[in-house]
């Protein structure tokens, strides 16, 4: 199977690759890397200071390149152009524990390519919001940090005629994830394994249950830049439609590098990433994205 063939090789030097000590440690020797970019990633194996509140803006641009189903491109008919926000919170409530929220707030436009008619979809998506616990830390000699998530997705969602049900149809949502981050001089590896269910929302529609791998590494050129790559898999199973199973379900993994500012007396650091597709497979026409340009924004306040 070709996708088995192109992620053994990647797992085999992730776990081959030296990773570094998380972004914002006291006094660290050598420069240290910021964490994860993309919009889907979480805080992977760290936490996070008690009394600090994070402020993160995840953007997300890009357009599809066609309608496909299984591995590929059966029309051109639709062209999809999408720019999705999320805004994050990040609380520090005690050692080892902090609480996040994310909103997505989102516009699609979608052209009709052969009558050139198109509309824009969206508004703001469902909200989640997840405890995150580290378990262990690499910093008191445990071999890397390691924490879990159990999260909920609530309805945020202003449901409509231009709502998109798969970003949010006012349905709520449960799961969790295990993030693991390793680390070594200026190296940093994080990894991150979620899986959430839905119940059904407006439209009667009921979202997908997906499993979602994210790995991403970081290497701290000095102490203001970054570079790195990120990786992103997608398993999302069949959603259903009046408790119908509407045989839709899709593989998709996106990869590509990073680079990243980061200025730690502000508290402020910046991440951009270019994601590419690696492997999509998709059971009904799908359309697909051709490219996912993706910013994220963090800004640390001490509220304490």
């Excluded at 200026?186 to 997908?208: A, C, M, N, W």
């Excluded at 050129?221 to 790195?228: E, I, K, L, P, T």
Aim: proline share 5%; charged share 20%; aromatic share 12%.
């Amino acid at each position: 199977m070709k996708l088995s063939k192109r992620i053994i090789p990647l797992t085999l030097a992730a776990l081959c690759t030296c990773a570094g000590l998380s972004w914002g440690a006291d006094a660290p020797a050598v420069p240290q890397p910021f964490g994860p970019a993309i919009s889907a990633f979480g805080p992977a194996g760290t936490g996070f200071p008690v009394g600090k509140l994070g402020v993160l803006l995840n953007y997300q641009y890009c357009e599809t390149d066609g309608i496909r189903k299984g591995g590929s491109e059966v029309s051109d008919a639709v062209k999809l152009t999408k720019n999705v926000g999320v805004m994050k919170f990040r609380y520090g409530i005690t050692e080892g524990l902090d609480v996040r929220t994310a909103t997505p707030i989102y516009d699609v436009y979608k052209k009709n390519r052969a009558t050139g008619e198109g509309q824009h979809l969206g508004w703001i998506g469902d909200t989640a919001i997840a405890l995150h616990k580290v378990l262990l830390k690499q910093a008191k000699g445990a071999p890397l940090d390691l924490a879990v998530d159990v999260g909920l997705v609530v309805p945020t969602t202003d449901v409509s005629s231009k709502s998109v049900d798969f970003v949010g149809n006012g349905a709520w949502g449960a799961g969790g994830a295990v993030g693991v981050t390793y680390s070594t001089g200026s190296h940093r590896l994080d990894q991150e394994i979620h899986v959430y269910t839905f119940t059904e929302g407006s439209h009667d529609y009921r979202k997908p249950m997906y499993i979602r791998s994210t790995t991403a590494w970081g290497y701290a050129v000095n102490n203001y830049f970054d570079m790195g790559a990120e990786s992103q898999f997608d398993w999302n199973d069949e959603s259903e439609k009046n408790g119908v199973s509407q045989n839709d379900s899709k593989n998709e993994w996106y990869a590509g590098p990073k680079v990243a500012f980061k200025y730690k007396p502000a508290g402020f650091a910046a991440g951009l990433a270019a994601m590419f597709p690696f492997a999509r497979s998709f059971e009904a026409n799908t359309p697909s994205e051709g490219f996912r340009i993706e910013l994220k924004l963090s800004k640390t306040f001490d509220i304490m």
